[in-house]
């Protein structure tokens, strides 16, 4: 069975610095996806970013990229230029490309504090 | 804006009262998922719907059952909450490939979730 390790239960950054999430898995397969959600306080879970497994090149969607290293299961979220807003639960996720009905495993999920 | 929705947003009920929770959709996908989560937890998988096929985890209590009477709604049934059931209930769904339904490559789209309060 596929896991996924979050080692940092709670990040700080200040606002307008960079900060990097890590997340880690565990697979046998060699295709499959991975996303990384954000769950604000008492708002609901959107879809931050995704990377396929079979593309080399890391994924970029506006201040959120990732560092996908497949050799070493690593799936690493930076935040440039954090915001206020940013302040959120954030889950790594990893989908098996042969997973019946899209099912997702989660991460134990990052904390994100930003400060003004 | 397609999306999903859940309701109520915020559910008290009394120890072993049955409670339904509702979610619809739609974006028109064919998948349709309920999560329980507790807090500063990642979501727990109970079970998901693909098309009419009920798929239920291992380890979910048989007190949780589903319903799903047409693509666009899906019920959750606790038959006797005990306080350890008192969570957040967060519906998602999502398209197989190859399939009709609005959204991107096969991720979920979640509802913004309904808080169970068990007293």
């Known amino acids: 069975a596929q896991t996924v390790t979050q080692s940092q239960p709670e990040m700080s950054v200040q606002e307008a610095e960079t900060v990097t999430l890590s997340c880690t898995y565990d697979?046998?397969?060699?295709?499959?996806?991975l996303f990384w959600y954000k769950q604000p306080p008492s708002r609901q879970m959107i879809l931050v970013i995704r990377?396929?497994?079979?593309?080399?090149q890391n994924a970029t969607e506006n201040r959120f990229s990732v560092n996908f290293q497949k050799a070493a299961k690593s799936f690493s979220l930076k935040i440039s230029d954090s915001q206020l807003g940013d302040a959120a639960m954030y889950f790594c996720?990893?989908?098996?490309?042969?997973?019946?009905?899209?099912?997702?495993?989660f991460g134990g999920g990052t904390r994100v504090l930003v400060k003004p | 804006d397609a999306m999903v929705i859940q309701n109520p947003r915020y559910q008290v009920t009394q120890f072993g009262k049955p409670v339904t929770l509702s979610c619809s959709q739609t974006?028109?996908?064919?998948?349709m998922y309920w999560y329980q989560q507790k807090s500063s937890q990642a979501p727990k998988l109970l079970f998901h719907?693909?098309?009419?096929?009920?798929?239920n985890e291992a380890d979910t209590p048989d007190n949780f059952q589903s319903r799903r009477p047409n693509t666009s709604f899906c019920f959750l049934d606790i038959r006797s909450p005990g306080l350890g059931d008192a969570a957040m209930y967060l519906c998602?769904?999502?398209?197989?490939?190859?399939?009709?339904?609005?959204?991107?490559?096969?991720?979920?789209?979640f509802g913004p979730g309904t808080r169970l309060t068990v007293l």
């Open positions: 998602a769904t999502s398209s197989v490939p190859g399939t009709s339904g609005m959204g991107g490559h096969n991720e979920q789209f």
């Open positions: 697979t046998s397969e060699s295709d499959y996806y």
């Open positions: 990377q396929e497994a079979y593309k080399q």
């Open positions: 996720a990893y989908r098996s490309a042969r997973a019946a009905g899209n099912k997702l495993t």
């Open positions: 974006l028109n996908h064919n998948v």
């Open positions: 719907y693909y098309d009419k096929d009920f798929n």
